[in-house]
């Protein structure tokens, strides 16, 4: 059994969980509130839409919060980031999975921008926690963005280091959230999807930290 202080530190591959070779269980083929294709790949984003992924936290509110944003075409909660392939949520909340909780989004760069997307990311966790996102403590609540592009790992790193900044002129602590490439993204189990939409009342840990980005006063 991995005690509390293990789920805090990374697992190593060759202790990771074996996982699957495919899904352990089947998608809906839409998203409950947008209406559009649940599963995204280059067969159902339209051209010249773009996709970003981030962890912030318990998926469940993270994704509620960038459904809402204009722009925003698609989301899904899944699994980012770690080792075991297509892991269930009981295996990835046993911290032996490598995986922080994410949520995917496919998004319009004509009406919102990634920045503006990093920016919504950064205002609505607290990325200086480490391996927990308040009372939710373990390597899946772990803060990330994993880039698609460049262009992408460009504007994070640059959008980071403004926010560290600007935060340590305040007195807090500094940014802990991992950058790194895109790999492979696993679909968090239909319950998961939308949850928030389905159970209104559910639990929610987003707020935002009342520290804007030096540019939006």
């Known amino acids: 059994m991995f005690s509390s202080r293990r789920k805090t530190e990374m697992v190593a591959p060759a202790e990771a969980l074996p996982g699957r070779t495919a899904p352990a269980f089947p998608l809906p083929s839409e998203h409950e509130v947008l ?12 051209d010249g839409f773009e996709v970003a992924e981030f962890g912030l936290g318990c998926f469940w509110g993270a994704e509620e919060i960038f459904w809402k944003v204009p722009g925003v075409w698609s989301t899904s909660v899944g699994y980012a980031g770690g080792i075991t392939p297509h892991p269930t949520y009981e295996e990835v909340c046993s911290g032996r999975t490598g ?13 919102v921008s990634y920045a503006d997307l990093v920016k919504q990311f950064f205002v609505v966790h ?30 994070a790193r640059e ?8 935060i340590a002129r305040r007195g807090y602590g500094e940014i802990t959230t991992e950058i790194a490439p895109a790999g492979e993204y696993y679909y968090a189990e239909p319950h998961h999807q939308q949850y928030l939409f ?20």
């Open 35 to 46: 209406h559009t294709p649940l599963v995204t790949d280059e067969t159902t984003i339209p």
């Open 99 to 111: 995986h922080t909780e994410a949520v995917r989004i496919v998004f319009d760069p004509a009406v």
């Open 198 to 217: 389905k159970v209104p009342n559910g639990y929610r840990c987003h707020a935002n930290t009342g520290i804007p980005f030096p540019d939006e006063g």
């Open 159 to 166: 959008l980071t280091k403004v926010y560290g900044d600007e």
């Open 126 to 155: 607290d990325p200086t926690q480490g391996m927990r996102q308040g009372n939710d403590i373990g390597t899946q609540y772990r803060s990330a963005i994993y880039y698609h592009s460049p262009e992408q790992e460009q504007t």
